[in-house]
């Protein structure tokens, strides 16, 4: 049997499955049924390591072992698999999940927020920034900063990033209380039932004559991105974060002189 190996490399990231219990199941596979020592001859894998990993393939669900002798193994269908990983995945993440909620009622959380809070008495103010690179992380960050908004959050970006905003903004505004939010970006046909979505939860306005993305949260915290949206890739674009109200509330008070105009 010659599988390519980029196939298999695919598939052993994709069902977490190590080099001989990805060659044995697809083994398994071409055959429907086999024994362990012909799933060995085809697949290349050491006869003395076959029945460990067929072992381990039978734990996962992988395969079956039939009743009789010689002892023989059949597939599981590709589709019944698919369905039980994506369980098992499921029930580990809620586990996972629970485990972290249950650390926050623990002395040890108690411990690690005391250890911030004294540490961050100790940092200058001009040390509270940073950069990021890749969207997902400027993104990541940007919901960070919204989580703890307690008055306010104004938004400035362009047509495309308000489109690709909304998956993050609109689950976060819908759980707001008192929080005053605007948005100001370019109001297009191709982004206009988006902001018939956010306007339930927000102020949004239309502006056309500036090209900025930024976000500021309570007047204090800012991230503001360094290249243009529609001239650079994703995986490049570049956001810069400060904690300052100094700068923050300066670029908020010059937001509002524009803010006024907008409709």
């Known amino acids: 049997m010659i599988v390519k190996e980029d196939f298999l490399k695919k598939l052993r990231s994709a069902f977490d499955l190590n080099e001989y219990e990805v060659k044995i199941w ?17 697949s290349n894998v050491p006869r003395s390591r076959s029945y460990d990993v067929l072992e381990s393939l039978e734990k996962k669900g992988f395969i079956i072992m039939k009743l009789g002798k010689p002892i023989k193994y059949m597939a599981v269908k590709p589709e019944e ?14 586990e996972q999940v629970k485990m972290l909620e249950d650390v926050r009622k623990t002395e040890l959380y108690r411990e690690l927020q005391l250890l911030h809070d004294q ?8 040390d509270l920034s940073g950069a990021l690179k890749g969207r997902s992380k400027v993104y990541d960050l940007l919901e960070d900063m919204m989580r703890k908004a307690q008055k306010s959050v104004t938004i400035m970006t362009t047509a495309k990033g308000l489109q690709r905003k909304s998956e993050i903004l609109v689950p976060l505004l819908k759980k707001f209380k008192n929080v005053k ?11 206009k039932d988006t902001v018939e979505i956010l306007r339930k939860y927000a102020d ?3 502006i056309d004559k500036v090209n900025a993305r ?12 360094m290249m243009e949206d529609d001239k650079v890739h994703e995986s490049y ?7 300052t109200s100094y700068f923050a509330s300066a670029l908020e008070q010059m937001f509002n002189l524009t803010w006024e105009s907008l409709k």
Do not use: H, Y
């Open 81 to 94: 698999i698919l369905r039980r990983v994506k369980s098992q995945l499921s029930r580990k993440a809620e």
């Open 204 to 206: 949004v306005r239309n």
């Open 26 to 42: 697809t083994a398994l596979l071409s055959r429907g049924v086999s024994a362990a020592g012909e799933l060995s001859e085809i």
């Open 214 to 225: 930024f976000c500021v949260v309570d007047g204090k915290e800012l991230l503001f991105m």
């Open 119 to 126: 540490g961050i008495k100790k940092v200058d103010p001009s």
């Open 181 to 191: 939010v605007r948005i100001a970006a370019p109001i297009t046909k191709d982004n």
């Open 237 to 243: 674009d570049t956001g810069v974060w400060v904690d």
